[in-house]
């Protein structure tokens, strides 16, 4: 069964970037049809999905962050990689790593990352 | 881009009682593309239902999903201690979406 860990800072500096990794073992980045996301979920609030890459380096993020984020991927590392440049406490959230599975019209998020809580906070 | 709206925000309802959650989108959505997602407090969300009503592995049969076009519902038959939780539905158009949650409580 596939798992999903997180890793990274717990505390951010305002205007300084967040940088989390996310490993997954039991599975492989490399899986077809399995699209790798950043979903956060600030304190209190409901979910918000972030982007994701699939093992081929093709992205898809949302677009009101954009401009702050890069998603990257090691398929030798079997890891997916978050970075949010330039954060605000806006930024302040749980963040979690999941797999999404995309495929015969269907889209779904089947395992997720225990999450890890990220403040921005000087 | 689409808006999932899910209503009522908070559930109040007792062990043994039927829950009927709904998740309306702005425009269609491809039945296919509808999940959704129990999340308890200090937990990750965990996939219930995928394809609007096909059952995640190892989910009870008392969690049912039905509905096309812009309206989902997900049905709980007669609700467990453990089914007290927050819900989400989430959809995908050109990238996934989830809706701002129902808080299943107690009564």
């Known amino acids: 069964q596939v798992q999903l860990q997180e890793s990274g800072p717990g505390l951010v500096k305002p205007s300084e970037t967040l940088s989390l990794t996310c490993t997954v073992s039991?599975?492989?980045?490399?899986?077809?049809?399995?699209?790798w996301s950043w979903i956060r979920q600030p304190p209190g609030k409901g979910l918000e999905w972030i982007g994701y890459?699939?093992?081929?380096?093709?992205?898809n993020y949302k677009p009101s962050l954009k401009s702050r984020l890069t998603i990257s991927v090691d398929t030798s590392k079997n890891q997916f990689s978050l970075n949010l440049s330039s954060v605000t406490a806006a930024d302040t959230a749980v963040y979690y790593c999941?797999?999404?599975?995309?495929?015969?019209?269907?889209?779904?998020?089947?395992?997720w990352g225990q999450g890890t809580l990220v403040t921005v906070s000087s | 881009e689409i808006v999932l709206t899910q209503s009522p925000g908070t559930l109040s309802l007792s062990p043994g009682e039927r829950a009927t959650l709904a998740c309306r989108a702005s425009q269609s959505v491809i039945s296919g593309y509808l999940a959704w997602y129990q999340q308890k407090p200090g937990q990750a969300p965990r996939l219930l239902i995928y394809g609007a009503s096909s059952r995640a592995t190892g989910i009870p049969d008392r969690f049912s999903g039905s509905g096309s076009g812009t309206d989902f519902t997900l049905t709980i038959s007669r609700l467990e201690p453990e089914d007290f939780a927050v819900y989400y539905c989430q959809q995908y158009g050109s990238s996934p979406l989830f809706g701002q949650g129902t808080k299943l409580e107690i009564k």
């Open positions: 999941a797999r999404g599975w995309y495929g015969d019209y269907t889209y779904y998020f089947d395992s």
């Open positions: 039991g599975g492989s980045v490399s899986s077809g049809s399995y699209y």
């Open positions: 890459i699939y093992y081929s380096g093709s992205t």
